[in-house]
Protein backbone atom coordinates (compact mmCIF):
# COMPACT_ATOMS: atom_id res chain seq x y z
CA UNK A 1 0.00 0.00 0.00
CA UNK A 2 1.68 3.42 -0.91
CA UNK A 3 0.09 7.32 1.02
CA UNK A 4 -1.05 9.38 -1.95
CA UNK A 5 1.73 12.65 -1.70
CA UNK A 6 1.33 16.12 -2.98
CA UNK A 7 4.83 17.62 -3.27
CA UNK A 8 4.93 21.86 -3.59
CA UNK A 9 7.78 24.05 -3.16
CA UNK A 10 11.43 23.70 -2.90
CA UNK A 11 13.92 23.69 0.23
CA UNK A 12 14.40 21.57 2.96
CA UNK A 13 11.97 18.69 3.21
CA UNK A 14 8.91 18.80 5.62
CA UNK A 15 5.85 16.17 5.34
CA UNK A 16 2.53 17.80 6.21
CA UNK A 17 -0.24 15.57 8.07
CA UNK A 18 -3.46 16.25 8.19
CA UNK A 19 -5.66 15.60 11.24
CA UNK A 20 -9.01 13.19 11.59
CA UNK A 21 -11.72 13.01 8.71
CA UNK A 22 -9.67 15.51 6.41
CA UNK A 23 -6.93 15.13 3.81
CA UNK A 24 -3.82 17.01 2.16
CA UNK A 25 -5.71 19.60 0.41
CA UNK A 26 -6.61 21.09 3.47
CA UNK A 27 -2.92 22.08 4.07
CA UNK A 28 -3.72 24.16 0.27
CA UNK A 29 -4.06 27.91 1.48
CA UNK A 30 -1.30 27.76 4.09
CA UNK A 31 1.25 25.92 2.22
CA UNK A 32 1.44 29.08 0.06
CA UNK A 33 3.17 30.70 3.14
CA UNK A 34 5.61 28.10 3.65
CA UNK A 35 6.47 26.49 -0.47
CA UNK A 36 8.86 29.34 -0.43
CA UNK A 37 11.59 27.94 1.99
CA UNK A 38 10.37 23.93 1.94
CA UNK A 39 9.38 21.42 -0.29
CA UNK A 40 6.01 20.21 1.37
CA UNK A 41 4.91 16.85 0.75
CA UNK A 42 1.08 16.96 1.73
CA UNK A 43 0.09 13.68 2.81
CA UNK A 44 -3.33 12.18 2.37
CA UNK A 45 -3.46 9.82 6.11
CA UNK A 46 -4.72 5.93 5.33
CA UNK A 47 -8.35 6.27 4.15
CA UNK A 48 -8.57 9.70 3.58
CA UNK A 49 -8.69 11.70 0.19
CA UNK A 50 -6.91 9.62 -2.33
CA UNK A 51 -5.07 7.30 -0.22
CA UNK A 52 -5.96 3.26 0.17
CA UNK A 53 -7.43 2.35 4.22
CA UNK A 54 -5.80 -0.16 6.11
CA UNK A 55 -6.84 -3.00 7.88
CA UNK A 56 -9.91 -2.42 10.32
CA UNK A 57 -7.80 -3.21 13.63
CA UNK A 58 -4.53 -1.36 12.38
CA UNK A 59 -2.81 0.39 14.87
CA UNK A 60 -1.02 3.51 15.59
CA UNK A 61 2.01 1.67 15.06
CA UNK A 62 0.44 0.58 11.34
CA UNK A 63 -0.35 4.14 10.70
CA UNK A 64 3.03 5.24 11.14
CA UNK A 65 4.91 2.87 9.01
CA UNK A 66 2.69 3.82 6.53
CA UNK A 67 3.77 7.17 6.84
CA UNK A 68 7.07 6.38 6.90
CA UNK A 69 7.38 4.06 3.71
CA UNK A 70 6.78 7.36 2.01
CA UNK A 71 8.38 10.36 3.35
CA UNK A 72 11.98 11.19 2.55
CA UNK A 73 14.63 9.61 4.03
CA UNK A 74 15.06 12.55 5.89
CA UNK A 75 12.51 15.34 6.67
CA UNK A 76 10.99 17.75 9.45
CA UNK A 77 7.51 16.86 10.37
CA UNK A 78 4.04 19.10 11.04
CA UNK A 79 1.20 17.23 12.54
CA UNK A 80 -2.03 18.87 12.96
CA UNK A 81 -4.75 17.17 15.54
CA UNK A 82 -4.48 13.27 14.78
CA UNK A 83 -1.81 13.82 12.70
CA UNK A 84 0.12 15.43 15.38
CA UNK A 85 -0.36 12.10 16.86
CA UNK A 86 1.12 9.80 14.35
CA UNK A 87 4.07 12.31 13.50
CA UNK A 88 5.00 11.83 17.69
CA UNK A 89 4.78 8.25 17.35
CA UNK A 90 7.23 8.69 14.16
CA UNK A 91 9.86 10.93 15.69
CA UNK A 92 9.76 8.20 18.87
CA UNK A 93 9.97 5.25 16.88
CA UNK A 94 12.71 6.63 14.04
CA UNK A 95 14.06 9.73 15.42
CA UNK A 96 17.59 9.79 12.41
CA UNK A 97 14.68 10.26 10.21
CA UNK A 98 13.06 13.09 11.59
CA UNK A 99 15.04 16.31 11.78
CA UNK A 100 12.49 18.17 13.38
CA UNK A 101 8.83 17.72 14.97
CA UNK A 102 6.13 19.97 15.11
CA UNK A 103 2.58 19.09 16.90
CA UNK A 104 -0.19 21.57 15.86
CA UNK A 105 -3.35 21.54 18.12
CA UNK A 106 -2.11 18.31 19.03
CA UNK A 107 -1.59 15.98 22.20
CA UNK A 108 0.29 13.22 22.93
CA UNK A 109 -3.39 11.99 24.42
CA UNK A 110 -6.62 13.47 23.34
CA UNK A 111 -9.00 11.96 25.77
CA UNK A 112 -10.28 13.19 29.08
CA UNK A 113 -9.06 11.90 32.42
CA UNK A 114 -9.76 13.17 35.62
CA UNK A 115 -6.29 14.65 36.15
CA UNK A 116 -5.98 15.34 32.20
CA UNK A 117 -7.75 18.02 30.23
CA UNK A 118 -9.10 16.72 26.68
CA UNK A 119 -12.29 15.83 24.90
CA UNK A 120 -14.47 13.83 26.62
CA UNK A 121 -15.08 10.40 26.66
CA UNK A 122 -18.75 10.59 26.10
CA UNK A 123 -18.19 13.08 22.86
CA UNK A 124 -15.91 10.43 21.56
CA UNK A 125 -18.45 7.49 22.31
CA UNK A 126 -21.05 9.60 20.04
CA UNK A 127 -19.28 10.00 17.75
CA UNK A 128 -18.34 6.51 17.42
CA UNK A 129 -22.05 5.08 17.49
CA UNK A 130 -22.73 7.64 14.86
CA UNK A 131 -20.76 6.89 12.50
CA UNK A 132 -22.36 3.97 11.20
CA UNK A 133 -25.35 5.90 10.83
CA UNK A 134 -24.65 8.76 8.70
CA UNK A 135 -20.39 8.89 8.93
CA UNK A 136 -20.45 11.88 6.81
CA UNK A 137 -22.45 13.77 8.77
CA UNK A 138 -20.08 13.06 11.88
CA UNK A 139 -17.49 14.60 10.10
CA UNK A 140 -19.43 17.77 9.25
CA UNK A 141 -20.53 17.94 13.35
CA UNK A 142 -16.51 17.60 14.16
CA UNK A 143 -15.59 20.28 11.49
CA UNK A 144 -17.86 22.36 13.87
CA UNK A 145 -16.58 21.36 17.02
CA UNK A 146 -12.90 22.33 15.51
CA UNK A 147 -13.73 26.06 14.88
CA UNK A 148 -15.99 26.16 17.97
CA UNK A 149 -14.12 29.40 19.48
CA UNK A 150 -12.50 30.82 16.81
CA UNK A 151 -13.19 34.95 16.09
CA UNK A 152 -13.73 33.64 12.53
CA UNK A 153 -15.38 30.15 13.11
CA UNK A 154 -17.89 30.40 10.18
CA UNK A 155 -15.26 31.25 7.91
CA UNK A 156 -13.22 28.23 9.41
CA UNK A 157 -16.26 25.90 8.84
CA UNK A 158 -16.44 27.08 5.61
CA UNK A 159 -12.94 26.50 4.34
CA UNK A 160 -12.57 23.01 5.81
CA UNK A 161 -15.66 21.92 4.11
CA UNK A 162 -14.09 23.11 0.84
CA UNK A 163 -11.04 21.51 1.70
CA UNK A 164 -12.62 18.16 2.40
CA UNK A 165 -14.88 18.13 -0.93
CA UNK A 166 -11.89 18.19 -3.18
CA UNK A 167 -11.21 14.71 -3.01
CA UNK A 168 -12.74 11.62 -2.35
CA UNK A 169 -14.80 10.91 0.83
CA UNK A 170 -13.19 9.51 3.43
CA UNK A 171 -13.50 6.08 3.94
CA UNK A 172 -15.75 4.86 6.85
CA UNK A 173 -13.39 2.19 8.23
CA UNK A 174 -10.81 4.69 8.24
CA UNK A 175 -13.14 7.24 9.85
CA UNK A 176 -13.58 4.62 12.70
CA UNK A 177 -9.97 3.87 12.88
CA UNK A 178 -9.06 7.04 13.20
CA UNK A 179 -11.16 7.48 16.19
CA UNK A 180 -9.75 4.31 17.74
CA UNK A 181 -6.41 6.05 17.12
CA UNK A 182 -7.62 9.26 19.25
CA UNK A 183 -9.58 7.34 21.47
CA UNK A 184 -6.89 5.01 22.54
CA UNK A 185 -3.76 6.78 21.89
CA UNK A 186 -1.42 7.45 24.64
CA UNK A 187 2.03 9.21 23.78
CA UNK A 188 2.52 10.86 27.45
CA UNK A 189 5.50 8.61 28.54
CA UNK A 190 6.92 8.74 25.13
CA UNK A 191 7.63 12.24 25.42
CA UNK A 192 10.48 11.86 27.77
CA UNK A 193 12.18 9.73 24.75
CA UNK A 194 12.00 12.11 22.43
CA UNK A 195 15.19 13.00 20.71
CA UNK A 196 14.46 15.40 17.70
CA UNK A 197 13.52 19.39 18.51
CA UNK A 198 10.05 19.96 19.13
CA UNK A 199 7.60 22.58 18.65
CA UNK A 200 3.74 22.45 19.84
CA UNK A 201 1.55 25.24 18.67
CA UNK A 202 -1.46 25.91 20.06
CA UNK A 203 -4.64 27.56 19.96
CA UNK A 204 -6.34 29.42 22.91
CA UNK A 205 -9.85 29.09 22.07
CA UNK A 206 -9.52 25.14 21.47
CA UNK A 207 -11.58 23.03 22.61
CA UNK A 208 -10.29 19.50 21.51
CA UNK A 209 -6.88 20.67 23.04
CA UNK A 210 -7.65 22.62 25.88
CA UNK A 211 -4.57 25.12 26.86
CA UNK A 212 -4.56 23.46 30.15
CA UNK A 213 -2.65 20.71 28.24
CA UNK A 214 -0.35 22.68 26.86
CA UNK A 215 1.14 23.55 30.49
CA UNK A 216 0.79 19.67 31.29
CA UNK A 217 2.87 19.02 27.93
CA UNK A 218 5.78 21.63 29.09
CA UNK A 219 6.56 19.16 32.26
CA UNK A 220 6.30 16.06 30.26
CA UNK A 221 8.64 17.53 27.54
CA UNK A 222 10.91 20.42 29.16
CA UNK A 223 12.99 20.68 26.58
CA UNK A 224 10.63 21.59 23.63
CA UNK A 225 9.10 24.85 22.63
CA UNK A 226 6.03 25.75 23.12
CA UNK A 227 3.26 28.50 21.43
CA UNK A 228 -0.46 29.56 22.02
CA UNK A 229 -1.91 31.57 19.66
CA UNK A 230 -4.25 33.79 21.05
CA UNK A 231 -7.19 33.92 19.18
CA UNK A 232 -7.20 30.70 17.34
CA UNK A 233 -9.44 27.94 18.16
CA UNK A 234 -8.41 24.28 16.93
CA UNK A 235 -7.00 25.37 13.32
CA UNK A 236 -4.83 28.17 13.53
CA UNK A 237 -3.13 27.03 10.32
CA UNK A 238 -7.08 28.42 9.08
CA UNK A 239 -7.63 30.93 10.74
CA UNK A 240 -4.25 32.73 11.66
CA UNK A 241 -1.72 31.35 8.83
CA UNK A 242 0.49 34.08 8.85
CA UNK A 243 1.35 34.03 12.67
CA UNK A 244 1.04 30.30 12.60
CA UNK A 245 3.71 29.99 9.42
CA UNK A 246 6.10 32.52 10.93
CA UNK A 247 6.26 30.68 14.27
CA UNK A 248 6.85 27.40 12.16
CA UNK A 249 9.50 29.06 10.00
CA UNK A 250 11.60 30.44 12.79
CA UNK A 251 11.79 27.54 14.75
CA UNK A 252 12.81 25.06 11.86
CA UNK A 253 15.08 27.59 9.89
CA UNK A 254 16.87 28.55 13.21
Same mark, same amino acid.
Given at each position: ?5 ? =? =?? &?GPDLVLLHGWGMNGAVWHSFAEWLEQDFCLHLVDL ?14 ? @? %? ?14 ? /? ?8 ? #? @???? &? ?14 ? +?????? $????? +? ?12 ? $? ?9 ? /? &? ?8 ? $? ?13 ? %?? @? ?9 ? @?? %? ?13 ? /? ?9 ? +? ?30 ? #? ?10
Amino acid at each position: MSLYIE =R =RG &QGPDLVLLHGWGMNGAVWHSFAEWLEQDFCLHLVDLPGFGESPALPANASL @Q %DWTQAVLAVMPSQASL /LGWSLGGLIA #T @QLAV &QQPGRVRHLVTLASSP +KFVAEP $DWPGI +KPEVLAEFERQLAD $DHLQVVNRFLA /L &QAMGSEHARE $DIRRLRDSLSRKPAP %DP @QALASGLALLG @QG %DLRASLAMLEVPLLR /LYGRLDGLVPR +KAAALIDRLAPASQSHIEAKASHAPFISHPEA #TARVIREFLLS
